[in-house]
């Protein structure tokens, strides 16, 4: 059973990984929000780059930036969510 929890968990983060690469990539190219793939995107990666962007704009080197780096944040952060709840398992 605990297997089974373990294989869900691990398939969630790297959907939800894929689909912050995804939206990275999308937004580099001129897609209209409104379509169905950009806004399935935008609601599966907003709970997790909204918190994000607002711990980076609150730091000292987000004052300044101009680019987004709240996807490879995100990434790097759900990758270490991922090991620690596999070591646990």
Avoid: C, H
């Amino acid at each position: 059973m605990a297997f089974l929890i373990l294989n869900a968990i691990i398939w969630l983060f790297r959907v939800i990984r894929y689909a912050i690469i995804a939206r990275a990539l999308i937004s580099w190219f001129p897609f209209p929000r409104d379509n169905q793939i950009v806004r399935f995107l935008y609601i599966i990666t907003d709970p997790i780059l909204e918190p994000v962007r607002a711990l980076i704009a609150k730091s000292a080197l987000g004052r300044n930036m101009m680019v987004d780096f709240s996807p490879v944040v995100a990434f790097l952060l759900l990758s270490v969510i991922e090991n620690i709840i596999i070591m646990i398992f």
